[in-house]
């Protein structure tokens, strides 16, 4: 992983003693609210319904042992012993005090972290696929070119007030992970026809009120350009982009407002003018920041499982894990594990002090002292030896780290939502408990399958429902809480957004109508076919036509 | 006190700027909330204010509409060294460019910040230092405070109006907020990377960046 140098350092020590001093004058009355409050948010610093929140960046999604122990020792000392990891891989306490955040930013930069740039309008945390490095698919490792995007952006003098949030992701794998077309940009990296690394440049794709897909704007751009590109697709957005209305001031309506082939145009023209200039990557440059990314340390180990196979034949328990939680890996005799962090009765994504030592612990002894976070809210032990996998697994089971649900039913994406977050409309979390413990049968899960489930309090969407196979969406109607369920969404290379399969329910009927949504699937699904296969092939009509008339069948009881 | 900056100093303003006066125009509103900020190429003023407008005598900074609709009578003031031009968040850089012989035969260009965080102040900065070669002063104006000055100064801004209510002098030391950005900007269009020798150290300590290859450019 990165590893500061004395200049990384003393930009993240600067960024400590500015915001130390912001606050002392906002808290001493020299600053207005309107102005403390977008240099708060550039620290990652919300207002929120209890207390405020701070959302710390974890850069495309990396994390050391030593940083999470930290991350563990802020929960004790500075909240109530537990954080939740975000849809964008970042970490979020909801308890600090805003007058303690300086000292929690100093305890950050002692471990090389920071919350820069997490929230405000301008570029966030860059974030990328969980597996990044170990993934069998993989073309072009994407962290790397995300270590140059993310000293890039830090502190862009020209990007730290653009008219919305900026969010970008990368993927270097065949399959995208990354969701890079619901991105505001999106880059894949990919091997050219003469063996060299090159992008595909999506813009304008996002979530939140307007759901779009991203435009590929280029097919080609050779990586040393990179940095450039990004250049002018920014200073577009920063001129242009509309700042009369904050609901469109997202670069996907400057995108949709001048078509994907006039916006293109317009940055390929301002590209010209930068191109080639200062900011073009060098190799050495790359080099250096690549360094950091080997798998120089794995063993050379045989991938015989011939003792995991008689585990998992003996152990059911360590079987179903094993199926849902352990990955495939570049290197021989390594597996990628997926902690969970979704059992029944545990907010999606959360997780206690206690377990975040326990997972650090579990990093040292067996993954090279790192980890990941996905945007699916769970850890991944990214490198663990075949022979490994046992131990772990019992260690992990004792802590709540083991449910075998990973891409099924019950691994659902939620945001905070109603119950910590003031911009929701209603309540997310209490609705992902209420499918989980309907679908609380293990067997039933695995029949059920791969299938994603994504629920959102608001219109903001941090929940990604518009990219879940079944998307929920809290409402407000007339001042009480009601959930709009969507179909047919879906993220990787082949993304969908999911539409609306009619009016809204009672936050009670919402397990229920899952219940005969997954029904319909069973009864129609033909061999292997999963979730959303069966949905794309079918249309909504079943689904719909089950949902609504078992509502009515309910009414008239 | 004056509450200008300039080149890291306060100094006193022989400037005096000259604002048209505000339009009457209805109050509109977007998604129910009042629209503060107005859309790039949106004009500012009507022929009638740009007519009526009184430009007193002795250096002045006028509004760009102004200058373009009134450069028969104000070219020879632009020629003796007493005429700056300011432009609004929402005019384009190339509207001004377009409309001198030589964009340095401008003394002075002042950009508006209506409210700080409209950031369109920082692009049109940056294009007139590297795509138009503009060399003499540049100043921001408006909603001017110091915990955006370390950015309006890595975009080419050398003049600092601070806002009336602030002090100039406390501003300063925001200047200075960070000694080594990441990004190559106005002020240094060199990346680090192209400023130090960096190394990777993967043993796990931080190792010192040595040799510098350039200074600061003020």
Redesign the interface.
């Known amino acids: 992983m990165y590893?500061?140098?004395?200049?990384?350092?003393?930009?993240v020590d600067?960024?400590v003693a500015?915001y130390r001093e912001?606050t002392r004058r906002y808290l001493a009355g020299e600053?207005s609210d309107d102005?403390f409050r977008?240099?708060r948010l550039q620290n990652g610093l919300y207002i929120q319904r209890h207390a405020p929140m701070l959302r710390v960046a974890i850069p495309y999604g990396l994390l050391s042992s030593k940083k999470l122990r930290k991350l563990a020792h802020i929960a004790r000392v500075y909240d109530k012993g537990y954080a939740h990891f975000s849809t964008r891989q970042n970490i979020q306490f909801n308890w600090p005090e805003l007058k303690n955040v300086p000292d929690i930013l100093a305890e950050l930069a002692t471990v090389q972290m920071h919350a820069i740039q997490t929230s405000g309008?301008c570029i966030r945390n860059i974030t990328t696929d969980q597996f990044a490095g170990v993934a069998p698919d993989e073309v072009v490792d994407p962290r790397p070119l995300a270590e140059i995007l993310r000293?890039?952006?830090?502190?862009?003098?020209?990007?730290?007030?653009?008219?919305r949030k900026f969010k970008i992701a990368v993927n270097g794998a065949a399959h995208d992970r990354a969701v890079v077309q619901v991105h505001d940009i999106g880059l894949e990296f990919f091997r050219d026809a003469a063996g060299q690394t090159a992008l595909k440049v999506w813009v304008g794709g996002g979530l939140g009120r307007t759901p779009m897909l991203g435009s590929m704007i280029r097919a080609h751009l050779e990586w040393q350009h990179m940095?450039s590109y990004c250049e002018a697709i920014l200073?577009i957005y920063?001129?242009?982009g509309?700042?009369?209305?904050?609901?469109?001031a997202r670069i996907k309506i400057l995108v949709k407002a001048l078509g994907a082939g006039e916006f293109a145009r317009q940055v390929e023209a301002e590209w010209l003018?930068i191109k080639d200039?200062?900011?073009t990557i060098?190799q050495?440059?790359f080099?250096?920041?690549a360094?950091?990314f080997s798998n120089a340390q794995h063993e050379n180990l045989s991938d015989d499982a011939a003792a995991f196979d008689a585990l998992c034949a003996s152990d059911r328990a360590f079987a179903l894990w094993a199926k849902r939680c352990v990955h495939a890996h570049q290197v021989p005799g390594y597996r990628a594990v997926t902690l969970s962090l979704k059992p029944t009765g545990i907010a999606p994504g959360d997780i206690s002090a206690e377990q975040m030592d326990m997972v650090a612990d579990l990093a040292d002894r067996y993954s090279f002292g790192e980890l990941r976070v996905s945007h699916e809210q769970n850890l991944i032990l990214a490198s663990v030896k075949l022979a490994d996998l046992h131990a772990l697994w019992q260690a992990a089971r004792q802590h709540g780290l083991a449910t075998p649900n990973i891409g099924l039913l019950t691994d659902i994406i939620c945001c905070p939502g109603g119950d910590f977050c003031s911009l929701a409309n209603a309540k997310s979390i209490p609705i992902a408990q209420a499918i989980q413990e309907k679908f609380d049968d293990l067997d039933y899960l695995h029949d059920i399958g791969d299938i994603e489930l994504n629920i959102s309090g608001c219109m903001n969407s941090c929940g990604h429902q518009h990219v879940g196979h079944i998307g929920i969406l809290g409402v407000d109607k007339d001042g009480s809480e009601w959930y709009q369920v969507s179909l047919g969404g879906k993220q990787g290379n082949d993304a969908s957004i999911g539409a609306v399969i009619g009016p809204s329910f009672a936050a009670e009927e919402v397990p229920g109508v899952v219940e005969q949504l997954i029904r319909t699937y069973i009864e129609q699904r033909t061999a292997d076919e999963c979730f959303i296969d069966t949905v794309r092939r079918l249309g909504m009509a079943p689904f719909k036509e089950r949902v609504y008339a078992k509502k009515q069948e309910a009414a008239y009881v | 006190m004056s509450n200008l900056i300039r080149n890291n100093v306060v100094v006193a303003d022989d400037w005096t700027l000259v604002a048209l006066p505000a339009i009457e125009e209805a109050v509109r509103k977007q998604a129910g909330k009042v629209v503060i900020f107005k859309l790039t190429g949106e004009h500012s003023a009507t022929p009638e204010q740009i007519a009526g407008a009184v430009i007193p005598a002795g250096k002045v900074i006028v509004p760009l509409p102004l200058w373009q609709a009134r450069m028969d009578e104000l070219a020879p003031r632009l020629a003796a060294g007493e005429l700056g031009v300011w432009l609004e968040s929402f005019e384009l850089v190339e509207d001004l460019v377009a409309s001198v012989a030589d964009i340095n035969d401008v003394p002075l260009i002042a950009v508006n910040f209506p409210r700080f965080a409209d950031g369109r102040g920082f692009s049109i900065a940056t294009l007139l230092r590297t795509r138009y070669a503009y060399r003499n002063e540049l100043r921001a104006i408006g909603d001017v405070l110091r915990d955006q000055l370390y950015y309006m100064k890595r975009c080419g801004f050398d003049a600092f109006s601070m806002r009336a209510d602030r002090s100039a002098e406390d501003a300063l030391a925001s200047l200075r907020d960070f000694s080594e950005p990441y990004q190559g900007a106005v002020d240094n269009p060199l990346p680090v990377w192209r400023r130090y020798a960096r190394h990777a150290d993967t043993s796990g300590h931080a190792r010192k960046a040595v040799n510098p290859v350039m200074d600061d450019t003020d």
């Open positions: 590893i500061y140098d004395d200049i990384d350092q003393r930009i600067e960024r500015q912001q600053l102005e977008p240099l309008n000293q890039w952006s830090t502190f862009h003098p020209e990007f730290a007030y653009l008219p940095l200073r920063n001129r242009y509309r700042r009369d209305n904050a609901f469109k003018h200039g200062p900011s060098t050495e440059e080099e250096r920041v360094a950091y």
